[in-house]
């Protein structure tokens, strides 16, 4: 468990990182970005933020791909993960406010479903995915299992 601690730190370390260089080039000052990387709480709430940029991204590419299929079936599959990602990014958005509240046991539930959306819409699109759909699918699962490593982390 150490040691995905620490891989979980490095990650999340990393994106802060990218959060600072991005901020500087916009003149925010890194301090309003950077909590402390080991702090459970921190980590948990840049892993969240990290999994909503990345399902936001992946529903806008959803979103597209449903606008550029050119059969209505594998326009209903995009459909199915249309919603799928909708519902997540939702779900995303009040973990981060259950985190924000301390509300623990929402925060565990809410952050428990998000998985099964990524599959859901994997398991939809099926022989009809991409390789481009499987990266993202990949990254998004792993992003929210981060989430949830993080936020078992809390001491509560």
Not at 75 to 85: E, H, K, N, P, S
Not at 99 to 128: H, M, T, W
Request: contains cysteine; proline residues 3%; neutral net charge.
């Amino acid at each position: 468990m150490a040691s995905l601690y620490k891989v979980l730190v490095a990650n999340i370390f990393n994106f802060q990182t990218s959060l600072c260089d991005i901020g500087l080039r916009r003149g925010i000052d890194s301090r309003q970005i950077l909590a402390h990387p080991y702090v459970p709480e921190e980590v948990t709430r840049a892993a969240i933020a990290q999994s909503l940029q990345n399902a936001n991204n992946n529903h806008a590419f959803i979103v597209a791909a449903k606008a550029a299929a050119k059969d209505k079936e594998t326009q209903d599959l995009y459909a199915i993960c249309d919603v799928g990602y909708g519902l997540m990014i939702t779900i995303l958005q009040d973990a981060a406010q259950s985190l924000a509240n301390k509300n623990y046991i929402a925060l565990e539930n809410d952050l428990s479903k998000c998985p099964r959306f990524v599959s859901d819409c994997q398991n939809a699109l099926g022989s009809k995915t991409t390789p481009e759909m499987l990266d993202r699918s990949r990254k998004q699962f792993d992003l929210v299992i981060m989430s949830q490593i993080a936020e078992g982390l809390i001491k509560k």
